[in-house]
Structures are given as structure tokens and as C-alpha cells.
T-cell receptor
Framework: NAGVTQTPKFRVLKTGQSMTLLCAQDMNHEYMYWYRQDPGMGLRLIHYSVGEGTTAKGEVPDGYNVSRLKKQNFLLGLESAAPSQTSVYFC????????????FGPGTRLTVT | AQSVTQPDIHITVSEGASLELRCNYSYGATPYLFWYVQSPGQGLQLLLKYFSGDTLVQGIKGFEAEFKRSQSSFNLRKPSVHWSDAAEYFCAAVFAGNMLTFGGGTRLMVKP
């Protein structure tokens, strides 16, 4: 049982390049989330999904797209990376029950030059 | 607006000393409240949570937190800090819907 995994762990992009971050969970969770973490700002929600085939915008969705084609995977895409997207990205998942406890992946450190 | 505030960006304590990390929220009702810890280079791990009932909640690693409605606070405490507690701590809340709102975090350093 690996929990929540993220691929890759580190990435450096040039401005304008695109990439996809992969999040996978093996806990059969319904809900999945993408956050970005910046110093002093805690974690901010980018997009989330309440089930396979569904996505919704969070607090800071601009410049990102997501897809949830399979229940266990949640992909975050950057179509044209910008230096402002330099951050650490975390994926999380949880059940649809009332516990609200989210389980986090180890993070992806992205640098855009 | 709904928000979570952690007033202390950095805190340094000596090993063996007691610890209190502050968390305040802004909301018209009682939210669901959480404390997470993030060790360097790691993801976040849940320490404890409060939904209702007893206002003093116990968590993992010897941490506890007390909910005070009158102060809109949910402060995290530990009676005796260990060097391994050095990490960043996040308070978070669910105000409505499915989303966690995080505070800005408090970085704890432990002096030997």
C-alpha cells in the first residue's frame, strides 16, 4: 500500500514549456486535490476532483489544467510554464465520508526559468 | 472572508521545553479544524483534528490542541519538545464544502 505517490519528484522547465504531473493513489479514494506550496502562504488549492471524470477549480486555477480519467490518477498540466509557477506541488486524496482527512503525497518541486 | 491565520512564522524552543503554536480562524460558525506537520522534503501528515465535542483533542506524537470558541482559536501544544519535532506546522480548516483552507505555516526550530 503506497498511499499517494507523485511523479516526478523534481523538474526544471524553461518558460513556455509544458509538462504533466502525475498523482496516483491506491486507497480507492473518491476525492483528489492539487495544491501548490509557496513560502509563507501555506498550501493553496489549484484544482480538485470529487470522482472519476469530474474536476473543479480551486483557489488558484489559472495556468493549470487537470484530468481524472481513472479513479486512482489525477493529472496536473501546465501548458505554457511561467516563472510564477515555480513552486512545490502536492497531491492529496480522501474518502467521500465525513472524516475530511486528506492524505498527501511527497510533493514535486518545480522550477521554471 | 473565511481564513486561517498562524501569527508566528518562526518559533525556536529548547529541547525539553513546552511548545504552543497559535492558530486563529475567521468564520461565522465552528469549522472542522486540523493540524498537519511537514518534515523537511516530505508531504503533510495529520497530527489531530477537531469536529465537535471535547474541546481538548489528543493527537499523534504527543501533541494536543485546544479549541476555544470565544477566541476562534485552535492552538497546538506539546509539553516537552524533542529535536525530531523540528518541522513546519500547518493549521487548516474546512469551512463549507470539500476544501481545506490552510494557514501560512509555522516553522519550528529546536535548540539542543
Amino acid at each position: 500500500n503506497a498511499g499517494v505517490t507523485q511523479t516526478p519528484k523534481f523538474r526544471v522547465l524553461k518558460t513556455g514549456q509544458s509538462m504533466t504531473l502525475l498523482c496516483a493513489q491506491d486507497m480507492n479514494h473518491e476525492y483528489m486535490y492539487w495544491y501548490r506550496q509557496d513560502p509563507g502562504m501555506g498550501l493553496r488549492l489549484i484544482h480538485y476532483s470529487v470522482g472519476e471524470g469530474t474536476t473543479a477549480k480551486g483557489e488558484v486555477p489559472d495556468g493549470y489544467n487537470v484530468s481524472r480519467l481513472k479513479k486512482q490518477n489525477f493529472l496536473l498540466g501546465l501548458e505554457s510554464a511561467a516563472p510564477s509557477q515555480t513552486s512545490v506541488y502536492f497531491c492529496a486524496s480522501r474518502t467521500s465520508g465525513a472524516s475530511y482527512e486528506q492524505y498527501f503525497g511527497p510533493g514535486t518541486r518545480l522550477t521554471v526559468t | 472572508a473565511q481564513s486561517v491565520t498562524q501569527p508566528d512564522i518562526h518559533i525556536t524552543v529548547s529541547e525539553g521545553a513546552s511548545l504552543e503554536l497559535r492558530c486563529n480562524y475567521s468564520y461565522g460558525a465552528t469549522p472542522y479544524l486540523f493540524w498537519y506537520v511537514q518534515s523537511p522534503g516530505q508531504g503533510l501528515q495529520l497530527l489531530l483534528k477537531y469536529f465537535s465535542g471535547d474541546t481538548l483533542v489528543q493527537g499523534i506524537k504527543g501533541f494536543e490542541a485546544e479549541f476555544k470558541r470565544s477566541q476562534s482559536s485552535f492552538n497546538l501544544r506539546k509539553p516537552s519538545v524533542h529535536w525530531s519535532d523540528a518541522a513546519e506546522y500547518f493549521c487548516a480548516a474546512v469551512f463549507a464544502g470539500n476544501m481545506l483552507t490552510f494557514g501560512g505555516g509555522t516553522r519550528l526550530m529546536v535548540k539542543p
